[in-house]
């Protein structure tokens, strides 16, 4: 464990809460390495499990004693259960399955593994699903009112065994596959024992994170890997591209299928990242539909249109809303910027915002739901642009004293009413916007409490302790760690780590039922206060009061805010349950639940907004097919959509109150 020796030095040098690895922190190292490796169980039984706990209390000790053990005993174990898997994968093949039987799969458990004369029947579980899922996949609207074909779900069964041989004996022919599979998961298990948000990158992770676009680029815009639950994962969106502008897509989204245009739904569940980002990346592969799982739990299903990617582009959408006054609604997903043109999203909407100015509007709400953050620097930039001068926030590293950060820049780019859209999504850098705004007086937050991510991380080489002045040294490290390294807290010197920032008004939201955010992260650091002088001048306070007594007598009189928090909350016990059955009625009932869910619409009924694209937009000229039909799509979105017609509202109500 040399690599994660010299990991755990470089965290003990510079993580910003260093504590050594107790027993807490070795279990959590010891199960999350398991679990990352085999999540439902399928391969180590009980007795394999028994067999290892002799390392769960002592993983400390054994990293810095250089031994190779526990990860050597866990290469082992797998290799044998993978040959033992394909044996007994090769009996199942033909054999007929009872899909009428009760029978359930747990997806999401403390302790996946069974013993070792039970796993034949968690694997045929296994398949049982995979066989359900792809057979109702392939079923049109009209077949789905029609008896089952068995016949075809055998067929489609014995076609997912034959998969599932063909990735373990790739698997089995790759020497490195397996072992290095292990050791960065255990290497992502150390890091994340100091806080969720460290993390290990491998030489081919930090090229994909640090890989800058092209000039112009034909895609989706999607980045994807593969997560510790061996899910495909969106871990960042191309600013401009389709799925960017179409403001439907978070970093955090898992991909469950995809289907391109014409062609059979590929099931994303089941095949290796390489084979996920060559679908995706194909020029056979023009468009195609989406089935994401939200960090929520919900599903949707999306449809995006590839497009060229020009990074000299504005890749900020803005709209006019309008209906007794004429309000201007921007989206951001994340804080990007861009290495090629020296530009980020700050600069972005400071063109933006001058343009709607010209255009005269009375408003603005900027929504940050959805956004997981990204460049700290472009979220300080952006602060300016909405107050005169000033502290913005307090940054603490480990040692030193603690510094504030300010803007120093005089004046503003908009200093007009401002309503900011959150949610439990809108994490990072988001929260720190949120925060200062806040903080100012500057806007009102709508929607509902932030992630309660307060603290920074930077890439560093593995060997950033025995190498900071070497910058050779530095320039030929492989290995990466993103690491934890400061603390955020507000000018007030209080920290929104773990609880977020909370909204000013709040409206209908799934995650106020649901277990997520930064306060449910198993090793989340503590929040905690700071002394340190720090002097801003917040504008004069915003007549919160009035606006949520307005706010709460609309939602009361449209019954369909209501429909809405029920149906959230409906929604929130389904999402939270950790099993699915795998019997023919209770699938099929399973799925109709979620197809239900899908298509209940909670829209806007008869909205007087009006939704239109801004004058300065107009006048470009025709766009690419893609980029106008997503506009189009965004306008009758936001037209029907009830939390922006009540962000609107709010905005209209600031407007008069503060005349």
């Known amino acids: 464990m040399s690599d994660a020796n010299t990991m755990l030095k470089t965290i003990e040098k510079l993580h910003v809460d260093y504590k050594e690895i107790d027993n807490k922190a070795s279990e959590f190292i010891y199960i999350n390495t398991i679990q990352s490796i085999d999540k439902y169980g399928l391969f180590y039984t009980q007795e394999d499990i028994q067999g290892l706990d002799k390392y769960k209390f002592v993983l400390g000790t054994k990293i810095t004693e250089e031994s190779e053990?526990?990860?050597?005993?866990?290469?082992?174990?797998?290799?044998?259960?993978?040959?033992?898997?394909?044996?007994?994968?090769?009996q199942l093949k033909g054999q007929e399955f009872d899909f009428e039987a009760l029978d359930t799969f747990f997806y999401s458990e403390k302790s996946p593994s069974v013993l070792k004369g039970q796993i034949i029947n968690k694997w045929q579980r296994w398949l049982k699903l995979i066989a359900l899922r792809e057979y109702t996949d392939q079923l049109d609207s009209a077949e789905k009112n029609i008896s089952i074909d068995i016949g075809r779900l055998h067929r489609i069964k014995d076609t997912a065994i034959e998969e599932q041989i063909k990735t373990l004996e790739e698997r089995i022919e790759?020497?490195?596959?397996?072992?290095?599979?292990?050791?960065?998961?255990f290497l992502s298990s150390l890091a994340q024992a100091f806080d969720p948000h460290s993390d290990y990158f491998s030489p081919k992770e930090r090229e994909e994170f640090d890989e800058s676009l092209s000039a112009t680029k034909h895609t989706f815009g999607l980045e994807i890997d593969m997560n510790d639950d061996n899910e495909i994962e969106i871990t960042s969106i191309i600013p401009g591209s389709s799925a960017w502008n179409s403001d439907q897509f978070q970093i955090g989204d898992i991909i469950?299928?995809?289907?391109?245009?014409?062609?059979?739904?590929?099931?994303?569940?089941?095949?290796?990242?390489?084979?996920?980002?060559?679908?995706?990346?194909?020029?056979?592969?023009?468009?195609?539909?989406?089935?994401?799982?939200?960090?929520?739990?919900?599903?949707?299903?999306?449809?995006?249109?590839?497009?060229?990617?020009?990074?000299d582009d504005n890749l900020i959408n803005s709209y006019l809303i309008e209906s007794t006054k004429?309000?201007?609604?921007?989206?951001?997903?994340?804080?990007?910027?861009?290495?090629?043109?020296?530009?980020?999203?700050?600069?972005?909407?400071?063109?933006?915002?001058?343009?709607?100015?010209?255009?005269?509007i009375e408003g603005l709400i900027f929504d940050l739901r959805g956004n997981?953050?990204?460049?700290?620097?472009?979220?300080?930039?952006?602060?300016?642009?909405?107050?005169?001068?000033?502290?913005?926030?307090?940054?603490?590293?480990?040692?030193?004293?603690?510094?504030?950060?300010?803007?120093?820049?005089?004046g503003s780019v908009y200093d007009g009413p401002m309503i900011l859209l959150v949610d439990k999504s809108?994490?990072?850098?988001?929260?720190?916007?949120?925060?200062?705004?806040?903080?100012?007086?500057?806007?009102?937050?709508?929607?509902?409490?932030?992630?309660?991510?307060?603290?920074?991380?930077?890439?560093?080489?593995?060997?950033?302790?025995?190498?900071?002045?070497?910058?050779?040294?530095?320039?030929?490290?492989?290995d990466y760690l993103k690491l934890t390294i400061g603390q955020m807290y507000r000018c007030t010197g209080k920290s929104y780590q773990k609880e977020g920032v909370k909204a000013d008004i709040y409206l209908p939201d799934i995650y106020k039922y649901l277990d997520i955010g930064e306060s449910n992260e198993p090793r989340a650091l503590s929040a905690k206060t700071i002394d340190k002088k720090t002097y801003y001048y917040p504008l004069p306070a915003l007549p919160l009061e009035d606006l949520n007594?307005?706010?709460?007598?609309?939602?009361?009189?449209?019954?369909?805010?209501?429909?809405?928090?029920?149906?959230?909350?409906?929604?929130?016990?389904?999402?939270?349950?950790k099993w699915i059955p795998v019997y023919l009625e209770g699938f099929k009932k399973f799925i109709q639940s979620m197809e239900s869910a899908e298509q209940t619409s909670f829209k806007s009924e008869n909205s007087a907004l009006e939704v239109r694209l801004p004058e300065h937009i107009m006048s470009l000229g025709k766009q690419s097919e893609a980029h106008q039909l997503i506009r189009e799509l965004r306008c009758k979105e936001l037209k029907q959509d009830l939390n922006i017609l009540e962000a609107y509202s709010i905005l209209n109500d600031l407007n008069l109150l503060t005349k």
């Not at 053990?69 to 090769?90: A, G, P």
């Not at 290796?272 to 989406?290: I, P, Q």
């Not at 953050?373 to 502290?391: D, R």
Request: charged fraction near 25%.
């Open 174 to 185: 790759s020497k490195d596959f397996v072992y290095s599979r292990i050791k960065n998961s």
């Open 326 to 360: 004429k309000m201007a609604y921007i989206a951001l997903p994340s804080f990007y910027n861009n290495n090629e043109t020296g530009n980020g999203c700050a600069n972005d909407i400071a063109k933006e915002l001058i343009q709607l100015k010209k255009e005269g």
């Open 549 to 577: 007594t307005k706010s709460k007598m609309r939602l009361i009189e449209n019954k369909r805010y209501k429909e809405l928090d029920d149906f959230y909350a409906e929604q929130a016990v389904y999402l939270q349950n």
């Open 372 to 410: 997981g953050g990204g460049s700290l620097e472009e979220a300080l930039k952006l602060c300016g642009m909405f107050i005169n001068h000033g502290a913005l926030f307090i940054f603490k590293y480990r040692e030193g004293d603690p510094e504030t950060v300010k803007d120093l820049n005089k």
């Open 426 to 478: 809108s994490c990072s850098a988001a929260e720190l916007f949120a925060a200062v705004m806040q903080d100012y007086n500057r806007a009102v937050i709508v929607g509902g409490d932030t992630y309660g991510k307060s603290t920074c991380q930077a890439i560093l080489p593995l060997n950033a302790n025995s190498v900071l002045n070497d910058s050779e040294s530095l320039n030929t490290m492989k």
């Open 69 to 90: 053990d526990f990860l050597n005993d866990l290469h082992s174990l797998y290799k044998t259960r993978q040959n033992e898997t394909v044996n007994m994968l090769q």
């Open 256 to 311: 469950l299928s995809f289907r391109p245009k014409g062609k059979k739904e590929i099931d994303f569940s089941n095949i290796s990242l390489a084979k996920a980002r060559t679908y995706l990346s194909s020029d056979k592969v023009e468009e195609g539909k989406f089935k994401l799982k939200k960090s929520s739990g919900q599903q949707e299903n999306l449809d995006l249109i590839k497009s060229f990617i020009n990074n």
